[in-house]
Every structure is written in structure tokens, then in C-alpha cells.
């Protein structure tokens, strides 16, 4: 079954620190792989793209990174700051017919000052 | 440039009541969908249209219907609405299938 699955659930850290978000997926035929950042009341909004052949792309303070082998992602967060603070959602796009999209559940960061 | 626009933001409804979720595009993108979001469930697709005329279901389409009335708009009907619709209505657009989404800013349903 195609499956996202992202962890943690929800994180909490000071402003100024770093951290990273976990993506797992169990999706074949791969396309691409998209980290979404959706602040609260709005909606979601594309941070990097990555396809199967690409295994990091950075956004600004945003790093994200795709192991193919492992159907793994992570996003990286450097010297956060207070407007970090969003759900960011790993998205997954099939290779078929459709371009089915899969998403995950999404991870709820907070930034505290 | 607005990118995708949804009225309205927010409505309550009462069970059995009727009404339409109105989205525009103003990017000349093919592809349009309505996805619902609800906590702990993460975003689940309703229906798309993959280019103007044509719609598709998605993995929660009952008691939905769309429209895509032109390329730029694809409006969201509800014709007896239900406490389980209760949600968060999301519209998105795309160049083509697979390129990056753009989301409106949702709307906020209630049903009492």
C-alpha cells in the first residue's frame, strides 16, 4: 500500500536551534518527493522538489534530503526562528498514469522564544 | 496575480442544507482539486479535473460533486450536507499533473 508517514508528530524547540523532520514512504513507482510548509489558518505551500536522481536541495535555512534506497526524506531546519513555526508535510508523487499524490499526516513544529 | 482564490472562508451549514465552495485560478493551470483536511488525517483528495471538461474522483468523493465550469474555475458542491463534512476544504491547481501544487487558503465548514 502507498504510504507517508512522518515523524514526529509534533515538535517543540527554542528559536535560534536546529532541527529535522522525518519522512518514510512506501511508494512505488517513485516521481518526485515535495516538503510542504502550512502556516496555521493558510494553505500548504511548496519548499523543495526532489526526484528520484537528487539527494539533497536547499531553500534558504530549509535543507531536505532523499535516500531512494531507503525510501527515507528528512528536512533540516537551520537557525530557526519564530515564523518556522507551521505543519510541514512530506508529499510524494507517483510515477503512473495519474500522478497520484500521497501525502503525509505532517509534523506540527513550534518555535518558542 | 492572486493565485488561487476560495470563497467564502468560512460558513456553517445545518444538516440536509446545500451549498457550492467557489475556486479560481488565475496561473492558466490545467489541472485543479478539491482536497478536505481534517486533524490527524492530513489532506485526502475529493475530486480533480485534469484539464478543463473533465473530472475525476478522488478517495473521498461521496456526498461531494464538482464542476469545472472553465480553466480558471472548479467549484465544489455539496447537496445535503452532513456533521462528517465538517472540515477544512482546500483548492489546489497545477501546470500539469505531478508539477507543484498551489493552494487557496481554504474554507472553514461547519455542519450543525
Known amino acids: 500500500k502507498n504510504q507517508v508517514e512522518q515523524s514526529p508528530q509534533s515538535l517543540i524547540i527554542l528559536e535560534g536551534k536546529n532541527c529535522t523532520l522525518q519522512c518514510n514512504y512506501t511508494v512505488s513507482p517513485f516521481s518526485n518527493l515535495r516538503w510542504y510548509k502550512q502556516d496555521t489558518g493558510r494553505g500548504p505551500v511548496s519548499l523543495t522538489i526532489?526526484?528520484?536522481?537528487?539527494n539533497t536541495k536547499s531553500n534558504g535555512r530549509y535543507t531536505a534530503t532523499l535516500d531512494a534506497d531507503t525510501k527515507q526524506s528528512s528536512l533540516h531546519i537551520t537557525a530557526s526562528q519564530l515564523s518556522d513555526s507551521a505543519s510541514y508535510i512530506c508529499?510524494?508523487?507517483?510515477?503512473?498514469?495519474?500522478?497520484?499524490?500521497?501525502f503525509g499526516k505532517g509534523t506540527r513544529l513550534h518555535i518558542l522564544p | 496575480n492572486a493565485g488561487v482564490t476560495q470563497t467564502p472562508k468560512f460558513q456553517v451549514l445545518k444538516t440536509g442544507q446545500s451549498m457550492t465552495l467557489q475556486c479560481a485560478q488565475d496561473m492558466n493551470h490545467n489541472s485543479m482539486y478539491w482536497y478536505r483536511q481534517d486533524p490527524g488525517m492530513g489532506l485526502r483528495l475529493i475530486y480533480y479535473?485534469?484539464?478543463?471538461?473533465?473530472?475525476d474522483k478522488g478517495e473521498v468523493p461521496n456526498g461531494y460533486n464538482v464542476s469545472r465550469l472553465n480553466k480558471r474555475e472548479f467549484s465544489l458542491r455539496l447537496e445535503s450536507a452532513a456533521p462528517s463534512q465538517t472540515s477544512v476544504y482546500f483548492c489546489?491547481?497545477?501546470?500539469?499533473?505531478?508539477?507543484?501544487?498551489?493552494f487557496g487558503n481554504g474554507t472553514r465548514l461547519t455542519v450543525t
Open positions: 508529499v510524494v508523487t507517483l510515477m503512473n498514469r495519474d500522478d497520484k499524490i500521497i
Open positions: 526532489m526526484t528520484f536522481s537528487e
Open positions: 489546489a491547481s497545477s501546470e500539469v499533473g505531478g508539477s507543484p501544487l498551489h
Open positions: 479535473s485534469a484539464s478543463e471538461g473533465t473530472t
